[in-house]
C-alpha cells in the first residue's frame, strides 16, 4: 500500500496546479505516495497535463461537482495509509507532507495533522489552525473584534491566537487547504459531508473526527504556502460567496442549532444573511473578485 494518497481538486486553474503538482513531486522525499488529480470540467486546458505527468491519476469531470464531491472521488480512488487534501494554489515546501506523516505515525491517537499555512509574503495563516466556530467566537471572528484586538485571548479564541506557534499543539480545526487525515480515521467517520458545495467542510470533516475520540494536531514546522483563493474560486465568485455563507448555516443547523433556544438561532441564521449580503454588496465593487478575505 502506498503510503500517502495527495488528492487535489481543480477549476480552470492550470498555471497553479501545475506549480502545485510540482512541489509536492519535489518535496517528497521519505514516503511512498501518489497523486490523484480530479478536474472540475475546466476550460483552459488544465486536463491536458496529463500527458505532461503520465505518473499522475487524472479524472475528468464534464462539469463542476463542487470541492467536496470531487475530493471524494479522488479518495475514493485512492489506496495511501494516509490521505492529503491538498487545494490546488499551495506551494508545498521542502518534507512538510513527510513531516505530517511522521507526527501521526508518531501519535497513534491523532486522527488528522495540518501544517502551518502561509500567505505568498511569508506570513502565517491563522485559519489553518482554530477553534469550533461556536455563536460567540464566531461573533468575535465575524464582526471584527478579533482584528481590532488581535492579541485578545477572549476576541481571538476561534483562530487561537494563544498559542504558541512552535509547538506542535492539538487543535479543533484544520483547514481544508492542506490536511492529511489517517485512512482507518475515513473508514470509521466517513468521507467529507457532500450536502456542502465547497466551504464548511474542513470544519465538518474535523468536527467528526474529534467527536470520534480521534485528537487533530497542528504542526508547525510542515510549511505549505497556500495563495487563497486562486485556484478556481475567482472565475465564479458570487456563487461561491453564497457557498460561504450557505456552509456557515448548514454546519450551525447540522451541529449547533439543536443546543440553542430560538431566538438564539434566529440571531445566528440572521447574521449569516446579513453578513452574506454586505459580502455581496462589497464585491460589486471590487475590482479583483474574490471570496472571504484577500491573501497577501
Not at 461561491?240 to 455563507?245: C, L, V, Y
Request: aromatic letters at 12%.
Amino acid at each position: 500500500m502506498t503510503d500517502v494518497s495527495v488528492c487535489i481538486v481543480n477549476f480552470n486553474a492550470r498555471e497553479h496546479l501545475e506549480n502545485c503538482l510540482v512541489s509536492v513531486i519535489n518535496s517528497m522525499k521519505k514516503h511512498t505516495y501518489e497523486i490523484i488529480v480530479v478536474d472540475n470540467g475546466s476550460s483552459d486546458g488544465s486536463a491536458e497535463l496529463s500527458n505532461r505527468y503520465p505518473n499522475i491519476k487524472f479524472i475528468k469531470n464534464q462539469e463542476n461537482a463542487g470541492f467536496i464531491k470531487a475530493n471524494n472521488q479522488a479518495i475514493r480512488a485512492s489506496t495511501g495509509s494516509y490521505v492529503m487534501s491538498l487545494n490546488n494554489d499551495t506551494i508545498v515546501k521542502d518534507g512538510a507532507i513527510d513531516l505530517l506523516v511522521d507526527l501521526l505515525e508518531s501519535s497513534p491517537d491523532a486522527g488528522a495533522a495540518g501544517p502551518k499555512l502561509l500567505n505568498s509574503d511569508g506570513t502565517v495563516q491563522l485559519q489553518c489552525r482554530r477553534r469550533l466556530p461556536d455563536p460567540v467566537s464566531s461573533f468575535y471572528y465575524f464582526s471584527g473584534l478579533s482584528r481590532l484586538f488581535p492579541k485578545s485571548r477572549m476576541f481571538g479564541a476561534y483562530l487561537m491566537v494563544d498559542l504558541d506557534d512552535k509547538q506542535v499543539t492539538e487543535v479543533d480545526c484544520l483547514c481544508g487547504a492542506a490536511m492529511l487525515v489517517r485512512r482507518k480515521v475515513i473508514d470509521e467517520v466517513g468521507l467529507m459531508d457532500e450536502d456542502y458545495f465547497m466551504y464548511g467542510d474542513d470544519i465538518d470533516w474535523c468536527y467528526r473526527i474529534k467527536k470520534a475520540g480521534w485528537k487533530i494536531l497542528y504542526c508547525p514546522d510542515a510549511e505549505i504556502v497556500h495563495l487563497g483563493g486562486r485556484g478556481g474560486s475567482r472565475k465564479r465568485s458570487y456563487g461561491n460567496i453564497f457557498e460561504f455563507h450557505r456552509s456557515m448555516a448548514l454546519f450551525y443547523s447540522k451541529h449547533y442549532a439543536s443546543r440553542y433556544v430560538f431566538a438564539v438561532n434566529w440571531l445566528v441564521y440572521s447574521g449569516i444573511w446579513l453578513k452574506y449580503a454586505v459580502a455581496l454588496a462589497m464585491n460589486i465593487f471590487r475590482k479583483e473578485k474574490f471570496v472571504g478575505t484577500k491573501k497577501p
